[in-house]
């Protein structure tokens, strides 16, 4: 049966994205939930954001292997008070001049610099009389190289940003994931909590209307004059004992909704309205083998592949640290082709004909005195991957151990249910036993509202059981991160895609 909680216990559902019949009808199911729970949940919404901006650090972090264009302009003129000697070739010395350059440059994977320069417009103009050209036009065209040999070389030390990011992206997805399992997971907390609440407040509900039909009843033994005034009352004590265990199981109730909304991030409306939520299954929950559920949650789990991600960043930074305590040694090679003339199209054709030219290479060397920082980064490096790897070890303990918290419990529960079950028949077989005995009065009030509240005590311990075991078996997916499946979701993107790894 479902349940249908009463009017003005709950107000009908604001909800965002949900079809108006749903609310209309005003029947509330589990799947319904989790659908609105993806789609508003602020904490989800959070994570994807966070996801977002990791996909941007990726881009940023491949914007060094870009290429570069730069352009430069120059005007310069100047004039000297006096000649400092002949060869200024002019009593009062002066020049002036304007250069134009452009060039592009990019750093590849390896870790090389490469670079193309070429002066667009230089012209140099001055009043010496002993200037052979004048005014003089310079073309150069130049390729340059770096490379580093030693420390900063290498595609393990020049991509280690780029994959960094793609690391913490990747950490970013699964983190959204595993946000995603706890909120299907609170979702579904919730959601069997307010069905509870409803049940309960139904139990209080039974046992309110017994006790009204009990306090008639005495009154009634009370004018033949079977029933003694403090037999009334004792009966309407109980009766107002239980008119309190409804109010409280209404308060139960509205703060059990309260709950679920927040999880689903919907906003309540204020008309009231009857809300109908499918019931507990009775059908227990296979209690699947601990030692089997650990190691698919190794695999899946999205905390323990982001542990994973965690060590595989510090071994990236552990290698980068090796390389770079080394010195800095790096080869340069540059050649080029140099155009000077009178006129500006003569320089053009002098450099492309290459009557100048030069060529250069060399090798810079950079020792740090002691190579104190490179040690001292390469030994925090190697401390971070251990302390990471211990991370990922008590993690999988925890792991371990919620697990077979988990079965332990939903098994447990599954007895509970059993047990309560079968005290729950016979306390209600004896509340009728006591009730009859009463009217025959061979059975006190006392012995009749005691067996009617160990009756409803019994019913009670049932739904608390299979709330239990509906939980349990809801964390133990959780923990394997199998609530997505279950609900048809699809996270077979939530990983960073290699193709942002290449520069």
């Known amino acids: ?9 709950f107000p009908t559902l604001a909800l965002a994205g949900t079809s108006a019949p749903s609310i209309l009808n005003g029947s509330l199911t589990l799947e319904e939930c989790i659908r609105t729970a993806v789609r508003q949940n602020l904490d989800l919404q959070l994570e994807r954001i966070v996801t977002l901006d990791a996909r941007d650090a990726i881009e940023e ?47 590849f994977a390896p870790g090389t610099e490469v670079s193309l320069s070429g002066t667009l417009y230089e012209r140099a103009e001055t009043n010496s009389s002993f200037a052979r050209i004048n005014p003089e036009y310079n073309n150069r065209f130049a390729l340059e190289i770096r490379q580093p040999l030693l420390a900063g070389g290498g595609s393990t030390v020049t991509l280690a940003p780029l994959r960094l990011a793609g690391l913490a992206a990747e950490r970013a997805d699964l983190q959204t994931l595993a946000e995603l399992n706890r909120v299907l997971r609170d979702t579904e907390d919730a959601y069997w909590d307010l069905v509870a609440a409803a049940a309960r407040l139904e139990i209080r509900r039974q046992s309110r209307d017994l006790a009204t039909l009990i306090v008639e009843e005495t009154e009634s033994r009370q004018s033949a004059e079977l029933a003694t005034r403090i037999d009334l009352l004792e009966a309407r004590a109980a009766l107002a004992e239980s008119n309190e265990e409804v109010l409280v199981a209404q308060s139960a109730g509205r703060d059990a909704a309260d709950a679920l909304f927040q999880v689903m991030g919907i906003l309540l409306g204020t008309r009231p309205g009857a809300l109908s939520l499918e019931p507990l299954p009775r059908n227990a929950p296979f209690v699947p083998d601990a030692t089997t559920v650990f190691a698919r949650a190794l695999e899946t789990a999205p905390e323990a592949r982001a542990l994973d991600s965690q060590i595989r960043s510090r071994e990236l930074d552990l290698a980068v640290a090796r390389r770079n305590r080394l010195p800095r040694l790096d080869a340069t090679l540059g050649t080029g082709a140099l155009g000077r003339d009178g006129e500006f199209g003569g320089s053009y054709r002098r450099a492309a004909a290459a009557d100048g030219f030069f060529w250069e290479a060399g090798i810079e060397v950079r020792v740090p005195w002691g190579l104190r920082a490179g040690r001292a980064g390469a030994r925090r490096a190697a401390a971070a991957l251990e302390s990471a790897r211990l991370d990922r070890q008590k993690a999988d303990l925890a792991l371990l151990a919620d697990i077979r918290a988990a079965c332990r419990e939903i098994a447990l529960a599954d007895q509970q249910v059993s047990a309560a079950t079968s005290t729950a028949e016979l306390n209600r077989l004896r509340f009728e036993q006591r009730r009859e005995e009463r009217r025959a009065g061979l059975s006190t009030l006392r012995d009749t509202l005691e067996a009617e509240e160990e009756a409803e005590a019994a019913e009670l311990r049932i739904l608390e059981a299979r709330v239990t075991r509906q939980k349990a078996a809801a964390r133990l997916a959780a923990l394997e991160g199998a609530l997505p499946a ?8 939530a990983t960073a895609p290699e193709a942002y790894l290449q520069p």
């Open 486 to 493: 279950r609900y048809g979701i699809d996270v077979s993107k």
């Open 1 to 9: 049966m479902r349940f249908l909680l009463p009017l003005l216990l």
């Open 61 to 107: 972090a491949r914007a060094p292997f870009d290429p570069a264009l730069s352009a430069d302009i120059d005007y310069n003129k100047r004039r000297s008070p006096a000649a400092g000697s002949e060869l200024d070739g002019a009593d009062q010395p002066e020049s002036s001049g304007a250069t134009v350059t452009t060039g592009v440059s990019k750093t």
